[in-house]
């Protein structure tokens, strides 16, 4: 079983500081997504990286994929209260593969 | 185009009685999935399907439990009979499966079991 660690499990910052929150395997997965969560809602996809050492961003949001495909950070710049929710990520061992693993998820409050 | 579709978005029922939530995935998608969340499991996969097909169903906890996927624009899960710890948010997601699993979730069901 593919399992993925994600860290920190809470986080509560002020607006306008910076934050990275982890997510790690010891299985390589060939993709790996970053969904956020708000309350009351389901999962909405963030991004998908699929190459080692990958860097994609999206607005003040950062993505990066190890260079081994084990582990990926996501970095936000400047966080704001609509950036509060639950973070998750989940991979795909292969292209074709029928199910991702999920993690845990990071919870993130932004206060005003 | 319409996301994932849930119905209803919330459930209120007493243990025993019979459950059913409905889906109708993204068109043009060709997996969906069932995923349970609660705060002390976090996101389980339920069941998915691929081409209306259920391929794993090793996450459906027990009998009481089960998934159809009749056609490609519809799938349900029941639970018959229910009981209080099955309170959960459920959640359908489709995608499409050559493009790297990426899923598109619908906006949940709050079932309460009393």
């Known amino acids: 079983t593919q399992l993925l660690e994600q860290s920190p499990q809470f986080l509560s910052i002020q607006e306008g500081e910076n934050l990275t929150v982890y997510c790690n395997s010891s299985?390589?997965?060939?993709?790996l997504q970053w969904y956020r969560q708000e309350p009351g809602e389901g999962p909405v996809l963030l991004v998908t990286?699929?190459?080692?050492?990958e860097v994609k961003k999206l607005k003040r949001l950062t993505f990066q994929f190890g260079d081994a495909r084990k582990d990926s950070s996501l970095h936000i710049t400047a966080a704001q209260p609509g950036d509060t929710g639950l973070y998750l990520c989940?991979?795909?061992?292969?292209?074709?593969?029928?199910?991702?693993?999920f993690g845990d998820g990071t919870t993130l409050t932004v206060k005003p | 185009d319409a996301g994932v579709i849930q119905s209803p978005r919330h459930e209120v029922t007493e243990m025993g009685q019979e459950v059913t939530l409905r889906c109708k995935p993204i068109s043009g998608h060709n997996s969906l999935f069932w995923y349970r969340q609660t705060m002390m499991r976090g996101l389980e996969l339920l069941i998915y399907f691929n081409n209306n097909v259920p391929i794993d169903d090793s996450g459906m906890p027990e009998d009481r439990f089960s998934a159809k996927m009749p056609n490609a624009s519809f799938s349900t899960l029941k639970i018959q009979p229910s009981e209080p710890r099955d309170s959960a948010v459920y959640f359908c997601?489709?995608?499409?499966?050559?493009?790297?699993?990426?899923?598109?979730f619908g906006p949940g069901t709050r079932l309460t079991v009393l």
């Open positions: 989940a991979g795909a061992p292969n292209t074709n593969a029928g199910k991702s693993t």
């Open positions: 990286v699929v190459t080692g050492g």
């Open positions: 299985s390589v997965f060939s993709s």
């Open positions: 997601a489709s995608s499409l499966r050559v493009r790297y699993n990426e899923q598109f």
